[in-house]
T-cell receptor, first 115, second 110 residues
Framework: NAGVTQTPKFRILKIGQSMTLQCTQD?????MYWYRQDPGMGLKLIYY???????DKGEVPNGYNVSRSTTEDFPLRLELAAPSQTSVYFC??????????????FGPGTRLLVL | EDQVTQSPEALRLQEGESSSLNCSYT??????LFWYRQDPGKGPEFLFTLYSAGEEKEKERLKATLTKKESFLHITAPKPEDSATYLCAVQRAGFQKLVFGTGTRLLVSP
């Protein structure tokens, strides 16, 4: 049981390039999330998904896109990288159903540097 | 708007020197308050969830408490391996989103 895994661990992008951050969970959680963490700031929610095929915006969605075709995977897409997207990105997952809601569990993060 | 403020920003303790971290919050209808531990270069690791004022939870040297306005994370006789950033987050009832504080960086010296 690996929990939440993320790839890559670290990436350097040039301004205007695109990339996809991968996130996979093996806990059969229905909810998945993407956060970014900047120095001195709390984690900010970018997008989240309540299940395959259903996504919604968080606090800071501009410049990002997501899709969720399976329960396990929730990739985050950066189309035109900008220096403001330099950050550490965390994927998380949780289970919610029948009035019961579990804690969000986080992956190890992807550090992205846009130059 | 839901808000979380953590204090102090940084705390340096000697091994065995007990202390407390504070998390003040404002939220319309608290569903839960969460404490996470984050080591450098790692993702947040879940510690506790508190649901209602008066609730307390313990894990080894850590004890979390909750009032209607704040939560405390008490660290008793800390060890160097307790050094980390401790994050507090709140969740509003009916919402999935967590609102995080900026964390307290704890350093425990031997």
């Amino acid at each position: 049981n690996a929990g939440v895994t993320q790839t890559p661990k670290f990436r350097i992008l040039k301004i205007g390039q695109s990339m996809t951050l991968q996130c996979t969970q093996d806990m059969n959680h229905n909810y998945m999330y993407w956060y970014r963490q900047d120095p001195g700031m709390g984690l900010k929610l970018i997008y989240y998904s309540v299940g395959a095929g259903i996504t919604d915006k968080g606090e800071v969605p501009n410049g990002y896109n997501v899709s969720r075709s399976t329960t396990e995977d929730f990739p985050l897409r950066l189309e035109l990288a900008a220096p403001s997207q330099t950050s550490v990105y965390f994927c998380a997952s949780s289970y919610s159903g029948g009035g019961y809601q579990e804690t969000q569990y986080f992956g190890p993060g992807t550090r992205l540097l846009v130059l | 708007e839901d808000q979380v403020t953590q204090s102090p920003e940084a705390l340096r303790l000697q091994e065995g020197e007990s202390s407390s971290l504070n998390c003040s919050y404002t939220v319309s209808g608290l569903r839960g308050l969460f404490w996470y531990r984050q080591d450098p270069g790692k993702g947040p690791e879940f510690l506790f969830t508190l649901y209602s004022a008066g609730e307390e939870k313990e894990k080894e040297r850590l004890k979390a408490t909750l009032t209607k306005k704040e939560s405390f994370l008490h660290i008793t006789a800390p060890k160097p391996e307790d050094s980390a950033t401790y994050l507090c987050a709140v969740q509003r009832a009916g919402f999935q989103k967590l609102v995080f504080g900026t964390g307290t960086r704890l350093l425990v010296s031997p």
